[in-house]
């Protein structure tokens, strides 16, 4: 089992950029892919972002391609979610989660650890 815990959301003018991190606790961190998502209120929780186990693989939601980069950093039990070019739409509550598996998938029910969520508020 891995704990995680996402800091760096904020509030941020449209065209600005944020820098998401997610703190992983627990054994094997590096075993798991990752992967962020987010989700507005009234709305499922969508894929966003994810990273294979080793670092080597990513892939991103049509929506963000471009604008955000994944990345992940296992001798620090970190992920990290850059984020420019922001626009209001992509104001959500952002959710770093482990996979159970080393290679990602975009269903959320293929994840079985989640953190708390971050808000990121995108102003217009």
């Known amino acids: 089992q891995v704990q995680l815990v996402e800091s760096g959301g904020g509030l941020v003018q449209a065209g600005g950029s944020l820098r998401l991190s997610c703190a992983a606790s627990?054994?094997?961190?590096?075993?798991?892919?990752m992967a962020w998502f987010r989700q507005t209120p009234g709305t499922e929780r969508e894929f966003v972002a994810a990273i294979k186990w080793n670092g080597r693989e990513t892939d991103y939601a049509d929506s963000v391609k471009g604008r955000f980069t994944i990345s992940r950093d296992n001798a620090k039990n970190t992920v990290t979610l850059e984020m420019n070019t922001l626009k209001p739409e992509d104001a959500a509550v952002y959710y770093c989660?482990?996979?159970?598996?080393?290679?990602?998938?975009?269903?959320?029910?293929?994840?079985?650890?989640w953190g708390q969520g971050t808000q990121v508020t995108v102003s217009s």
């Open positions: 989660a482990a996979h159970v598996t080393a290679h990602y998938t975009k269903r959320v029910h293929d994840y079985y650890s």
């Open positions: 627990g054994r094997s961190f590096s075993s798991f892919a």
